[in-house]
């Protein structure tokens, strides 16, 4: 495995709605800055597009 595959952020896939959160994207929108990790994401932070919280976001595998 390559360092940058080891480095790799995760995705992670809102049960509600089907939103994957990128943290190569980040949130924008909402204050989030790319390369924002789902784990260091506030604990306010909410699903931009139905409004639920980060409990109900799955890791998602590639």
Known sequence: MSKKEGT???KYKCT???YIYDP????PE???KPQTKF???PDD???PVCGVGK???EEVND
């Open 24 to 27: 190569k994207n980040g949130d």
């Open 45 to 47: 932070w909410v699903c």
């Open 16 to 18: 509600i709605c089907g």
């Open 55 to 57: 409990d109900q976001f």
């Open 39 to 41: 784990e260091d994401l």
């Open 30 to 32: 909402n204050g989030i």
């Open 8 to 10: 790799k952020m995760k």
